[in-house]
């Protein structure tokens, strides 16, 4: 058993993680990073393999090895969810993501009071625990501009400082800059879609993403080869965390990576501190970092799960879990889709960033008075790829046919040999809410391949409020379809209440200790140098991607670690 | 997993130089002289033909890579112009992605195969590759839809779902993986494949796309003409 000692140890060296360890390296702080999967290089992601990326999902974790079960409900027996969102590798999920990379609304951070205050007390759907969250937009806005420059995010600013800005997103929260890049060039979905949807009175805008319209800091920009989404990028013009912080990190001097670990437990003593973590090897060593601070940052699942495993008689439910809320108030974005299908041009969705490449967002958050619309909050609305990837592959596997055609035979050969280079897909990211019943524990029966218990969700997302919100999404979107002149507009049929993308909660942070896990900097309230990091710590969860939201909490995390913490150890709050 | 991924890439690409991955670089003297093999084997229906063209032996037996080829090809068939599961040489991609990646779904297949082949001897008096097209197509349906009581494990729709799937990406998966033939998934739907970049003129077309060949990860073909 090996045994190394520093002063920080990151479990996770993905979007938060990577953050931190380059932040944590420059303040002179010594830092070991863990990570389960390998360290890429840009070069690994030259072949343009849709099986092995999109169909097989190699850069992200093997189910088999690495299962996380699900089950609709506590009554039901869990089995292993196909595929995982998130990464298995330095870099995490920033390296096969989208890229996608939003700010949130201003109501986005107090949901439950915006809620209230517009439509009453009696709006807030029953069995919901939206709490808002302790911190609000304007104090977090100067990390969202700070991980916008430093990595590298292409987009147009829809509101400057209070102005409007025509053909940005005019409503999204005020911003004091413009996003660093010019945003992505424009495909002929966008050529489809934002005429069709201004002429419905709608506010389109490319989507802002963490991928480079020109050069920036010494990498190039973006060649449109459409091998985004679930692909490493090939010249490195995806602002992964892989090609921005971890070099960062690495110039330090003292940042140490340690890949092929599977951390397995946090230590603790009777103090009430954390002492270190210990990790299986590649070669299935037993080994131990002690350190002076532990980060948490690999994805949900893991964090709770780590936190369960790491009980102690000191915690007996779990480290930092005094509130009982680990595990609780789990969130997952549905996609609402439709398709549009031309007869007389080609769209050639496979040209491009494939990532909801551009989007609306008139019907999200609280942008639109939901009186009497029978549920609250609502879904930023995209068009694209159907599998957020535009191969025939994804699109074979993400597309279903419109009523009348088949899935297989002569028939459906004839529209896809059709239709695959001249339709779109239009999805809504629903924000679905927390309810504290929708949860993940430790699996009794299924197991990894180290032998620790995998992680089970309960979760299901047809709720009256979500679905009447997925109903009036979906019409929405039929009607741009039809406005962008499409020959033929269905809409996609519902799984039966899986989680989707975005997995999120689980350690949620807020302002009371008794209905949360951690503190606005995500420090345990129980065990101060102790801290969570990740969408883990989201009360509730947009209509937007949580990537970005993730890298800006990390580096207020950071400059409070750096700045406060390490002059005087101890609760930030 | 990046180990095992290497692993895979090597056992494809070793078996790849006699077979699937390399298929665009056969000479068509080689590729005649095999339809003229073919030819001279004994005469049966399109569908058993099919079987017999297709190229297999990592995993299926004989007879059973006749019931994948001609189960694969109803789902996707070919006619002129459209090239379809034979034509891609999906049997081939399923063949060796059941003796690598997929060797723990051999018993999925070794059990769907016969319980197929049960439901068909019970409906029709004979195993599915030697039905016709029109009965081959009724099945199916009735896989598809759960209507085959000879079915306990797999199910029949989880029988169904996996060919189809395989299916799908034996036809669009690069030919590095043994299907895709000539790229023929791609020329079907109009993809050009592994292009590195689009400029602003390919993305503001409403054409499709001609301007550089198809290209896929081992080798160029000379032409997107399908």
């Not at chain 1, 090897?281 to 495993?309: K, M």
């Not at chain 1, 596997?397 to 009523?403: A, F, I, K, V, Y």
Request: glycine residues 10%.
């Amino acid at each position: 058993m090996a045994i190394e000692k520093t002063d920080v140890v990151i479990v996770g060296v993905g979007a938060a993680g990577g953050i931190l360890a380059a932040e944590l390296g420059k303040a002179g702080m010594k830092v070991i990073g863990l990570e389960r999967g390998p360290r890429l290089k840009t070069s690994d992601f030259e072949p343009h393999d849709e099986l092995r990326y999109f169909q097989r999902q190699d850069l992200r974790p093997d189910p088999k090895r690495m299962p996380v079960t699900w089950r609709p409900n506590a009554k039901a027996t869990a089995h292993p969810i196909p595929s995982q969102n998130n990464g298995n590798q330095a870099g995490g999920g920033t390296v096969h993501y989208g890229a996608v990379s939003w700010r949130f609304h201003e109501d986005d951070f107090r949901v439950r009071s915006q809620t209230i205050e517009r439509y009453g007390a009696d709006a807030i759907p029953e069995g919901s625990s939206i709490i808002d969250w302790p911190l609000s937009y304007a104090e977090l806005e100067p990390y969202y501009e700070r991980a916008e420059y430093e990595l590298g995010v292409s987009g147009k600013a829809g509101n400057l400082k209070g102005k409007k800005v025509d053909g940005g997103n005019v409503f999204e929260a005020s911003r004091q800059r413009d996003y660093p890049l010019p945003p992505l060039l424009n495909d002929q979905v966008g050529a489809n879609f934002e005429p069709a949807a201004r002429n419905l009175g709608l506010h389109p805008f490319p989507t802002p993403h963490a991928i480079l319209s020109q050069r920036y800091k010494d990498r190039p920009g973006c060649t449109y080869c459409g091998f985004c989404q679930a692909f490493g990028c090939h010249v490195g013009a995806k602002s992964s965390i892989l090609v921005t912080k971890l070099p960062e990190a690495d110039a330090t001097g003292n940042f140490k990576l340690i890949t092929g670990a599977m951390c397995y437990r946090v230590n603790s003593d009777n103090s009430g501190k954390v002492t270190g973590v210990s990790y299986y090897g590649p070669d299935r060593s037993d080994n131990t970092i002690e350190a002076d601070i532990v980060i948490l940052a690999p994805f949900i699942y893991d964090n709770v799960r780590l936190l369960l495993l790491s009980k102690t008689e000191k915690f007996p439910d779990g480290l930092a879990n005094s509130s009982g809320h680990v595990g609780r108030h789990i969130m997952a974005h549905i996609g609402a889709r439709a398709f549009a299908a031309f007869d007389d041009r080609h769209v050639n969705v496979y040209m491009g960033p494939s990532a909801q490449k551009n989007s609306l967002d008139d019907y999200n958050a609280d942008n639109f008075d939901h009186k009497d619309l029978g549920f609250i909050r609502g879904a930023q609305i995209s068009a694209g790829p159907a599998g957020l990837e535009g191969g025939p592959l994804g699109t074979a596997m993400s597309m279903n046919p419109p009523p009348g055609v088949p899935r297989w035979g002569a028939a459906y050969r004839d529209f896809f040999a059709k239709y695959y280079t001249r339709h779109t897909a239009l999805t809504g990211q629903t924000e679905n809410l927390p309810y504290a019943d929708q949860a993940i524990d430790l699996d009794p029966n299924v197991r990894d391949a180290w032998g620790l218990p995998a992680p089970r969700m309960t979760y299901d997302w047809r709720r009256p409020n979500e679905k009447a919100r997925v109903e009036f999404i979906q019409k929405k979107m039929v009607e741009i379809g039809r406005a962008m002149g499409a020959a033929q507009v269905w809409t996609a049929p519902f799984g039966p209440g899986a989680p989707g993308a975005h997995h999120q909660g689980g350690t949620r942070m807020g302002s009371e200790p008794h209905e949360s896990v951690v503190n606005k900097y995500s420090q345990s309230w129980d065990v101060p140098n102790l801290f969570i990091m990740g969408s883990s710590t989201h009360p509730t969860m947009s209509g937007f991607n949580p990537t970005l939201t993730i890298q800006a909490l990390a580096y207020m995390t950071a400059e409070a670690i750096v700045n406060r913490y390490r002059k005087n150890p101890g609760a930030l709050i | 997993m990046s180990k095992h991924d290497e692993g895979r890439r090597a056992f494809l690409v070793a078996l790849g130089a006699g077979a699937a991955a390399t298929t665009a670089l056969v000479p068509d003297a080689l590729a005649k002289s095999n339809h003229q093999h073919q030819a001279d084997a004994p005469a049966m229906d399109h569908a058993g033909m099919a079987g017999m063209s297709a190229r297999h032996g990592a995993f299926f037996n004989d007879e059973d890579s006749r019931t994948i080829a001609a189960f694969t090809e109803r789902l996707m068939p070919g006619a002129p112009g459209k090239p379809g599961a034979t034509d891609a040489d999906v049997l081939n991609y399923i063949d060796l992605a059941l003796a690598g990646p997929y060797a723990d779904e051999q018993y999925f297949y070794r059990c769907g195969v016969a319980q197929l082949d049960a439901h068909c001897t019970q409906s029709y008096g004979k195993p599915f590759r030697n039905l016709t097209s029109a009965q081959q197509d009724e099945t199916i349906a009735a896989l598809e839809q759960g209507k085959a009581p000879a079915f306990v494990w797999p199910t029949a729709q989880a029988f169904f779902n996996t060919v189809h799937k395989h299916t799908m990406e034996g036809l669009f998966a690069d030919p590095i993986y043994g299907g895709n033939k000539d790229f023929a998934g791609w020329r079907l739907v109009g993809f050009p494949g592994a292009q590195p970049e689009f400029t602003p003129e390919d993305m503001q077309s409403r054409e499709a796309f001609t301007r550089e060949p198809i290209i896929g990860l081992q080798v160029r073909a000379k032409s997107v003409k399908g």
